[in-house]
């Protein structure tokens, strides 16, 4: 009987970059097929933008009596500055995105330019009351159906006439 002094355990170097390079080969098919960072940003934007836009819904029922407005400005083609204002306070956040913004509501629709504003109204109800469009001279109408808003064409958002915001299409 012949015994080997030597007995072969693990894997070979060669195995080891062969297994190293699929990998690599694979995980950058992968990558490229699942999508750039945009559509990632553009799906951030539109969850900061409801999270604002459930903010004041809210806020417009714990100031019973004044209610709230939410202004959503663009300032630059990258930045846009959101402010709630309610019980004679004024908050104000940022939100950064080249994303293209529109909005429809009833016959309102349109599309936020830079330097434009569209402005919500809610009751202390946490209705919304009003829609103040940014067309040449700022429309005000009073919200009899739901409020569409979609952002980079992709990304829908749906407020209710009774303020509730949602992720999705109008319903």
């Not at 999270?51 to 300032?75: D, E, F, K, M, W």
């Not at 434009?116 to 700022?138: C, E, F, H, K, M």
Request: glycine content about 8%; proline content about 4%.
């Amino acid at each position: 009987m012949k015994y080997s002094l030597r007995q072969q355990t693990g894997f070979t170097l060669i195995e080891m970059v062969t297994v190293l390079v699929l990998l690599g080969i694979l995980s950058a098919v992968a990558f490229a097929r699942l999508g750039g960072v945009s559509s990632y940003s553009e799906s951030l934007f539109q969850q900061q933008l409801l999270s604002y836009l459930r903010l004041a819904q809210r806020t417009a029922v714990a100031h019973q009596g004044s209610g709230a407005q939410l202004n959503i400005t663009r300032s630059t083609t990258t930045q846009w500055d959101i402010s709630l204002q309610f019980s004679a306070q004024t908050l104000a956040y940022q939100l950064e995105g080249g994303h293209s913004f529109t909005f429809a509501s009833g016959a309102s629709s349109g599309t936020i330019a830079t330097g434009n504003t569209l402005s919500l109204l809610y009751r202390d109800t946490g209705d919304l009351a009003q829609l103040i469009t940014p067309v040449t001279a700022p429309v005000a109408a009073p919200i009899s159906a739901s409020l569409s808003l979609l952002v980079a064409g992709s990304h829908p958002t749906c407020v209710s006439p009774t303020g509730f915001a949602y992720e999705g299409p109008c319903l």
